[in-house]
């Protein structure tokens, strides 16, 4: 692949962002460096829209991916991802051919939307370095079966997995410190288990409302996996 065709980029502090991939390829392989610049970060909505890419492959000398930058490549089917630390907000929602995603090791917060309306996921499991799962990170993915959360995670948004509606059950660990407002909503399949004896301080009154006002989610407590 030419990079210098296919890619709009900066060099900042000798370092390459790609801002733009302009090419027609359904095949991405996204080069360690170009001219012996190293190539270190893709940019806000450097991929958003594309039509044509169906895989990816991002170097490890990647450090950042932005926002967006994947949203709605609804042709997208695997991406190979770097050791980064955070997956930025909507950087693949709305890729609704991709139908699974390892997610690296050294991820630690999973922004708002990230995997939004990816309507193909079937089954998702977080590494143990994942702390954060954001506001609406898995919603509306209407066929994602099972997800198995890292056992570090500490604060599960709203919305997380709402609309799940093949989601049959989830286990959260006692590591859970804060689940926000409605965060299984309309996920209606779901069965709840918790590590913990109880409902935690940090776990907002409605946090397993089922969406429908005053209607709750039976949630299982003491459970081991």
Same mark, same amino acid.
């Given at each position: 692949?030419?990079?210098?065709?296919?890619?709009?980029?900066?060099?900042?502090?000798? @370092?390459?962002?790609?801002?733009?991939?302009?090419?027609? @390829? @359904?095949?991405?392989?996204?080069?360690?460096?170009?001219?012996?610049?190293?190539?270190?970060?893709?940019?806000?909505?450097?991929?958003? /829209?594309?039509?044509?890419? +169906?895989?990816?492959?991002?170097?490890?000398?990647?450090? =950042?991916?932005?926002?967006? $930058?994947?949203?709605?490549?609804?042709?997208?089917?695997?991406?190979?991802?770097?050791?980064?630390?955070?997956? @930025?907000?909507?950087?693949?929602? /709305?890729?609704?051919?991709?139908?699974?995603?390892?997610?690296?090791?050294?991820?630690?917060?999973?922004? +708002?939307?990230?995997?939004?309306?990816?309507?193909?996921?079937?089954?998702?499991?977080?590494?143990?370095?994942?702390?954060?799962?954001?506001?609406?990170?898995?919603?509306?993915?209407?066929?994602? +079966? =099972?997800? =198995?959360?890292?056992?570090?995670?500490?604060?599960? /948004?709203?919305?997380?997995?709402?609309?799940?509606?093949?989601?049959? +059950?989830?286990?959260?660990?006692?590591?859970?410190?804060?689940?926000?407002?409605?965060?299984? $909503?309309?996920?209606?399949?779901?069965?709840?288990?918790?590590?913990?004896?109880?409902?935690?301080?940090?776990?907002?009154?409605?946090?397993?409302?089922?969406?429908?006002?005053?209607?709750?989610?039976?949630?299982?407590?003491?459970?081991?996996?």
């Amino acid at each position: 692949m030419n990079f210098n065709k296919n890619f709009e980029y900066q060099i900042i502090d000798n @370092s390459i962002i790609i801002l733009r991939y302009t090419g027609k @390829s @359904s095949v991405v392989v996204i080069p360690k460096q170009y001219k012996g610049t190293e190539i270190t970060a893709i940019a806000k909505d450097a991929f958003e /829209g594309n039509k044509f890419i +169906k895989y990816v492959f991002i170097p490890k000398t990647v450090k =950042t991916i932005g926002a967006f $930058a994947f949203y709605n490549c609804t042709n997208l089917r695997k991406i190979v991802l770097p050791p980064i630390k955070i997956l @930025s907000k909507y950087v693949f929602a /709305g890729c609704t051919n991709l139908t699974k995603i390892t997610i690296p090791d050294t991820v630690e917060v999973l922004e +708002k939307a990230t995997f939004a309306d990816c309507t193909k996921l079937i089954n998702i499991t977080l590494p143990n370095s994942i702390k954060e799962i954001g506001v609406n990170a898995f919603c509306n993915c209407v066929n994602l +079966k =099972t997800a =198995t959360l890292s056992t570090n995670t500490a604060y599960i /948004g709203k919305y997380a997995f709402g609309w799940d509606i093949n989601l049959k +059950k989830i286990y959260i660990p006692c590591t859970v410190q804060q689940i926000e407002y409605e965060a299984f $909503a309309f996920a209606e399949n779901i069965k709840i288990f918790c590590e913990t004896t109880k409902k935690q301080i940090g776990w907002d009154k409605n946090w397993n409302n089922t969406g429908i006002p005053n209607r709750f989610y039976q949630v299982i407590y003491n459970c081991k996996l």
